[in-house]
């Protein structure tokens, strides 16, 4: 269904890269609501994934193609991200709640990808840089942990 490589640029950055094979029938054929997935990916502590809608997210964003980055964590994460496809690009900065994702609803119109479409597959390109993540209760509990030692010695 894909193929899939990424390149660390350093612990908080990354490019993913992902072809999705036979993009022009699943446009076609794939009900609104189902993704193509990415597999997991680890940046800085937290795991993320890139889902592609074929057929958009919801059914008003339908002959659209949708993409989101979903976090797979159960803390907020901050992320700067840029996707490519072809010579277009698209930026977004967003806080991403813990097991929720952020992105672009209609990223494209299914007639501006056509146009891009490599024997009906398509390449996109993802650059992620994770800007802060969001432990809550650490701080916290470090600070607790930090006073009942002391109330010890």
Not at 30 to 46: A, I, L, N
Not at 74 to 95: Q, R, Y
């Amino acid at each position: 269904m894909t193929e899939e490589w990424k390149y660390y640029s350093n612990d908080d950055s990354l490019n993913y890269n992902i072809r999705i094979f036979n993009l022009g029938y699943k446009m076609k054929t794939w009900p609104f609501g189902c993704p193509v997935q990415s597999e997991p990916f680890q940046v800085g502590e937290s795991e993320l994934s890139i889902n592609i809608y074929p057929n958009g997210y919801s059914k008003n964003a339908r002959r659209n193609i949708a993409v989101y980055v979903m976090s797979m964590n159960d803390w907020d994460v901050k992320v700067e991200a840029k996707l490519s496809i072809g010579t277009m690009s698209f930026d977004i900065s967003a806080k991403i709640e813990s097991n929720s994702s952020c992105g672009w609803p209609k990223l494209c119109g299914h007639t501006d990808v056509w146009n891009l479409l490599d024997d009906g597959d398509l390449d996109i390109s993802v650059d992620i840089k994770l800007v802060c993540e969001y432990f809550p209760g650490k701080q916290t509990l470090q600070v607790e942990v930090q006073g009942l030692k002391s109330e010890v010695t």
